[in-house]
């Protein structure tokens, strides 16, 4: 079938037939396989449906990909371990005398969670049974609590090991190794924000945090005590960071690694036993169904622009335009964003990584920087409104007293700040390339 339509206008139809398929509540999977099959028989008939479909599901067959069940299971089981509850203890221990100092601790105790367990959605729910109703009860304001632990959950994408960067290294490729020293810097960096930014606020507007009561203060002996917490999960992130690092093991090894450890961790804690493992296993294969799922039907449906020749239409553009190249990597990290209001991370990445990243190595930027950048927008777009899946994790589990309007208001300073992150990583590359050519040299 010969096409009549424009690039730009078909894929303003297909996006608007996804959008209208999506309203009638089919999962995300289902709305781009159904739209690529409609799209890709409508523009070169039946016999091509069955080769891109067999293409794309070739995605699913990458040996990279044996590392995010792992990662997936990882966070899983330590979710279940009862680490969080133990570095919660700590940071009330230690800094519940403080204006905001659980809110900030929070922050902190998200940042280890990210940098044991991959899973963006892992640090915000575990932290939501644990930390919120504490806070609650010690007359935190709510819109502080649900925002600090929500944005505190988002850096689950930034902080590895992150299952994103793996899917991005797989697409882009990029190394995940890298992608992962590139993620660390940003990451403290954005925890570093949102702590500030809570201390201060904090600090004149005390009924937002108070401090605990005077009364109930803790001893030298109890803070010391309280920081055996931090024991498991520094072994656990040296395990499977420190050995990546080293070039001690690949990826896939060490999320082999961290699996184990944290099913050590479980033991530990004494929380293991047969039920908890296979109710672990059961969630990480559903989980990682519905991953792979999305996996193929995103790279069927970024299939059809790559046979459009969309690629070489958007080389072309920004060559007769003569756009500067900074105009064209805004351009790209506003689709993030508008994307993300509507699509899952994963079907973002398959959709765009493969039309961006030529794109933007022809324009002269670094591909692991444009992977943080890209992790950085998936953060915020886990954040905001209408799909944010960060929003209904926390709605899941607040009481009823806290509404969606709430969560919404309480993630708007967060957001910000995300911003404020995102520009200084464009202005200031090194942010995110430094230890990227620290620990494996130069490009």
Not at 22 to 41: E, I, K
Not at 118 to 133: C, D, E, K, R, Y
Not at 240 to 255: K, N, Q
């Amino acid at each position: 079938m010969k096409m009549i339509l424009s690039t730009p206008m078909v894929t303003v139809v297909i996006f608007g037939f996804m959008l209208l398929v999506m309203t009638t509540g089919l999962p995300l999977t289902f709305a781009l396989g159904v739209t690529g099959m409609f799209a890709t028989f409508l523009l070169w008939g039946q016999e091509a449906m069955v080769s891109v479909y067999l293409n794309a599901f070739g995605v699913a067959g990458a040996s990279i990909l044996v590392a995010l069940p792992l990662f997936i299971f990882m966070g899983i089981m330590l979710q279940r371990s009862g680490i969080a509850d133990d570095l919660y203890h700590m940071i009330y221990v230690l800094m519940g005398g403080v204006r905001g100092g659980l809110a900030m601790g929070t922050v902190a105790i998200c940042a280890m969670i990210a940098a044991m367990v991959g899973i963006s959605g892992a640090a915000t729910v575990a932290m939501g049974i644990i930390a919120l109703p504490s806070m609650l009860e010690r007359g935190y304001d709510k819109q502080m609590v649900t925002g600090c632990i929500q944005a505190g959950g988002a850096l689950g994408f930034l902080i590895p090991p992150s299952v994103l960067m793996i899917m991005f290294g797989f697409l882009g490729l990029t190394s995940p190794g890298r992608l992962f020293a590139g993620g660390m810097l940003p990451g403290i960096m954005l925890a570093l924000l949102y702590i500030i930014y809570i201390g201060v606020r904090c600090y004149f507007q005390p009924h937002l945090g108070p401090a605990r009561a005077t009364d109930k203060q803790v001893t030298w002996g109890e803070k010391a005590k309280a920081l055996r917490a931090l024991i498991l999960p520094g072994v656990l992130i040296f395990s499977v960071l420190g050995l990546i690092f080293m070039g001690v093991t690949s990826i896939t090894e060490a999320s082999a690694v961290g699996a184990f450890g944290a099913v050590v961790c479980a033991a530990i804690h004494r929380r293991l036993n047969w039920r908890m493992l296979h109710e672990c296993l059961m969630q990480t294969v559903k989980l990682m169904g519905m991953v792979m799922w999305i996996m193929v039907s995103a790279a069927f449906f970024s299939k059809i622009y790559i046979g459009l020749g969309a690629p070489t239409m958007l080389r072309e553009l920004i060559v007769e335009l003569g756009a500067n190249p900074y105009l064209v990597l805004t351009f790209f990290l506003l689709s993030f964003f508008i994307m993300g209001m509507f699509l899952d991370d994963t079907a973002i990445l398959f959709i765009t990584v493969p039309l961006y990243v030529p794109l933007i190595v022809s324009l002269g930027f670094d591909k692991v920087w444009f992977g943080i950048l890209f992790i950085l927008s998936m953060q915020t777009a886990f954040l905001t409104p209408p799909f944010g899946y960060n929003l209904f994790y926390m709605k899941a589990i607040v009481p009823p007293e806290i509404t969606l309007v709430d969560i919404y208001r309480s993630i708007i300073p967060f957001v910000i700040l995300q911003t404020i992150g995102l520009i200084l990583v464009v202005v200031f590359p090194q942010i995110a390339l430094f230890l990227p050519s620290l620990v494996f040299g130069g490009a």
